[in-house]
Structure formats: structure tokens, C-alpha cells
């Protein structure tokens, strides 16, 4: 049966240790990322009035 959330890109089966691994880079690039480039995608959320995430329009503490 094939995989609602694979949004049709075959990946192979990995260890728990590696899907972890695999998980903390990715998410350590997105860091890296989105850092780099938050002007441009800010500009261009402003210029296409796309609605920003409510994590990164709510300054407020969550407590």
C-alpha cells in the first residue's frame, strides 16, 4: 500500500538512527537556510501577500 504522506517521492526504508540523523540535518539546513535568506523571503511575503505562518507573526510567549 503506498504511503499517503510520500507525496509520490520513493524513499528507502532507514533506521530509526538514521531517520533521526537524517531529520537533525535537515532541519539544521532549514536553520542555515532561513537565516540566510529571511529578507528576500520577508520581501516576498510582503509583495505576494502571502500570510505568514502565526509562528513567525506572534511574538508572544506561548506562557
Known amino acids: 500500500m503506498k504511503n499517503?504522506?510520500?507525496?509520490?517521492?520513493p524513499l528507502p526504508p532507514l533506521s530509526d538512527e538514521a531517520a533521526f540523523e537524517i531529520l537533525d540535518f535537515?532541519?539544521?539546513?532549514?536553520?542555515?537556510f532561513e537565516t540566510r535568506y529571511a529578507d528576500q523571503i520577508g520581501r516576498y511575503y510582503q509583495t505576494s501577500n502571502i500570510v505568514q505562518s502565526p509562528s513567525k507573526?506572534?511574538?508572544?510567549e506561548p506562557f
Open 4 to 9: 499517503l504522506h510520500d507525496h509520490g517521492i
Open 26 to 32: 535537515l532541519g539544521a539546513m532549514y536553520q542555515i
Open 57 to 60: 507573526t506572534n511574538n508572544d
